[in-house]
Nanobody
Framework: QVQLVESGGGLVLAGGSLRLSCAAS????????MGWFRQAPGKEREFVAG????????DYADSVKGRFTISRDDAKNTVYLEMNSLKPEDTAVYYC?????????????????WGQGTQVTVSS
């Protein structure tokens, strides 16, 4: 079992930055690919970014490419999402998730473990 806890969300002006963290317990994250997803009110959960085991491969949704960066620190058992040039349309609850298959995936069904989410609100 893996327990995930997100932090770092908040209210920010458009153009600003936030850094989300996802801390894991129960098992070391080195065995898992990790993903960030988001869900805005009235919308489906959507893929934001993913990183493979060892961090060798990353993947991003087109809407965040060039603005968001996913990284991992397995020694700290933590995954990060650096978000720059934030836009009002980035407003959502952001979730991290762990994928035991080890490869990046944009499909929520690939992920077995989820955090409770952290709210990001970008005001214009």
């Amino acid at each position: 079992q893996v327990q995930l806890v997100e932090s770092g969300g908040g209210l920010v002006l458009a153009g600003g930055s936030l850094r989300l963290s996802c801390a894991a317990s129960g098992r070391n994250l080195r065995y898992y690919a990790m993903g960030w997803f988001r869900q805005a009110p009235g919308k489906e959960r959507e893929f934001v970014a993913g990183i493979s085991v060892n961090g060798g491969n990353t993947d991003y949704a087109d809407s965040v490419k060039g603005r968001f960066t996913i990284s991992r620190d397995d020694a700290k058992n933590t995954v990060y999402l650096e978000m720059n040039s934030l836009k009002p349309e980035d407003t959502a609850v952001y979730y991290c998730a762990a994928d035991p298959y080890g490869t990046t995936s944009s499909s929520p069904g690939q992920y077995d473990y989820w955090g409770q989410g952290t709210q990001v609100t970008v005001s214009s």
